[in-house]
């Protein structure tokens, strides 16, 4: 097995369940879905968009949110949009790359839950823009669902690395900019 495949299998082991050789599903454990459960749970009603990676997950949230009497959605188009700023929809389902881009979801709540993470550092922080925008009249709060000794907390840790690299390219290049700004006045 090839390292990439070996690491999403990982990834979806973390998850809770695995992809067969048919492409069918196997559960393996619903402890992330129950900590989900629970995190819903603590948010006594306030809305929460909700990022899952595989197809899998998707289901699997959709079964254990199937049992509540929440108002749950996939972001599929426009009028998902719509009805979650207007306060319809108690739990959007998206997947980063669906939502990462040109979405306004600012207005219908302000959690996002990831429930499954990936390796991209745009989409992770492209889908978080979607709440955290203006017109954003609370703190966005950011949830990891991370089972620990897992795959996923080497994705989370990946993240804040790539994060902590791309700040210090930014920050390298403002230095340079100045540095060649106060020699041109010097000139």
């Not at 700023?85 to 998206?94: E, Q, Y």
């Not at 979405?103 to 550092?121: I, P, R, T």
């Not at 930014?170 to 020699?183: D, P, T, W």
């Amino acid at each position: 097995m090839g390292e990439k495949r070996l690491s999403n299998k990982l990834q979806q082991l973390a998850n809770g369940a695995i992809y067969d050789e048919d492409r069918s599903w196997v559960p393996v454990h619903d402890c992330k879905i129950e900590a989900f459960m629970e995190l819903i749970e603590q948010l006594n009603g306030k809305s929460a968009l909700v990022f899952y990676n595989f197809r899998h997950d998707l289901e699997r949230l959709e079964a254990a949110l199937a049992k509540t009497k929440l108002r749950v959605r996939r972001l599929a188009g426009p009028e998902d949009e719509k009805d979650w700023n207007a306060g319809k929809i108690d739990i959007l389902l998206a997947h980063p790359a669906s939502a990462a881009y040109g979405l306004n979801l600012q207005e219908g709540g302000n959690h996002v839950v990831w429930f499954g993470l990936n390796w991209s550092l745009e989409l992770y922080q492209q889908a978080n823009k979607r709440l955290h925008r203006q017109g954003q009249k609370e703190k966005v709060i950011i949830h990891h669902l991370i089972c620990e000794g897992t795959r996923d907390a080497d994705l989370l840790e990946a993240l804040k690395q790539k994060d902590k690299a791309q700040e210090y390219v930014l920050a390298s290049l403002k230095a340079r900019i100045e540095r060649v700004r106060l020699e041109a006045r010097k000139k």
